[in-house]
């Protein structure tokens, strides 16, 4: 099977996905790169091209190269060839089960997890339902008619969209005022809202072993520089902390990743998950699961797997043939 980098991708997300296929490529140099422009074309695209994309987290890629068509021409000429797709994706149709869908109606195998639990974990409203039914402590949800009495109620409430990540479009409503904000917001796209959770934000990757177990990594502490992990503060922000393994006391260390466990198994995920908790006084407080999460040389994944031990290289290779033996190859 010839190896295929897949980065970019039509969503907001495209940004970070190009720094992912940058450690991507470091650590399988032999690799092809293709690139799913936001035109929703996909390119061939050299080496020397993405690496000296030196500000991938701020100025968009351009491939220079022409184009082997759209996203399905381009899934077509790779199961003719008999590709293995890396998944350097994030977000959108790359993340919600779309593409998965696609390769797996081709019989093309891909890393990360399947359509359907791709499909669950992306909707964080199904997401913390079906990890409650699990057994894992999640914040109740709000209701935008209900969001005033519950401003009352908790003082302070969070709103984020249903569906995307790297924290983009987080809108903190700490008065009535807020709550214009989050109306206009969710005329574009549906909202989850909930009650803001004070505590130390806290996330722990799930590795999926040769036999089917699965192994948590070490948790991770995040110290934000201004209060909020969003976008700025993960990428960008100098000052935000993260913090490997995270300094919590041996029991709340071990509940984040039993609740990891748990989510991952919920959700049906496939070869690697990575589930964001809050640590409040009473515990762990579980907010999303993550099944492309960012493998950026700054991401939280790839340092959880150098606290393990685990060389990125292995970890890749180990994906790779996960991806084969579930595709049949």
């Not at 913390?128 to 402590?137: D, H, Y």
């Amino acid at each position: 099977m010839r190896i295929t980098i897949l980065f970019g991708g039509t969503n907001k997300e495209r940004l970070v996905s190009v720094a992912t296929a940058q450690a991507l490529h470091s650590a399988l140099p032999d690799a092809d790169l293709w690139f799913w422009d936001v035109d929703d074309t996909v390119h061939e695209i050299r080496p020397q091209a993405l690496l000296n994309h030196l500000r991938p987290f701020e100025e968009p890629f351009r491939p220079g190269t022409t184009g082997l068509g759209d996203i399905e021409h381009a899934l077509d000429k790779a199961m003719a060839e008999n590709r293995l797709l890396v998944l350097g994706l994030h977000g959108g149709s790359a993340e919600n089960g779309e593409l998965q869908a696609m390769c797996e109606m081709r019989g093309l195998a891909f890393t990360g997890s399947g359509s359907a639990s791709s499909h669950l974990a992306f909707d964080k409203i199904a997401a913390k339902r079906f990890a409650e039914i699990a057994g894992v402590k999640a914040p109740p949800g709000v209701t935008l008619e209900d969001a005033e009495a519950a401003l009352f109620k908790y003082g302070k409430l969070i709103a984020k969209p249903v569906r995307d990540g790297s924290s983009y479009g987080l809108i903190f409503v700490n008065a009535k005022q807020d709550l214009t904000a989050v109306r206009r917001a969710t005329k574009t796209e549906e909202y989850l809202i909930e009650p803001f959770i004070a505590g130390i934000e806290a996330t722990c990757g799930v590795l999926e072993q040769p036999d089917g177990a699965l192994l948590p990594l070490p948790t991770i502490e995040i110290i934000p520089d201004e209060g909020a992990f969003d976008y700025r503060a993960k990428y960008l922000a100098k000052a935000t902390q993260e913090i490997c393994p995270g300094r919590f006391a041996p029991g709340i260390n071990q509940q984040i990743m039993d609740q990891a466990i748990k989510a991952h198994r919920a959700l049906s995920c496939s070869g690697y998950s990575r589930s964001d908790f809050i640590v409040t006084e009473q515990g762990p407080v579980y907010l999303e699961t993550n099944t492309l999460p960012g493998l950026t040389k700054a991401s939280l994944y790839p340092k959880s797997l150098k606290a393990q031990g685990i060389e990125f290289r292995d970890f890749l290779q180990h994906q790779i043939a996960l991806a084969a033996k579930r595709a049949g190859k």
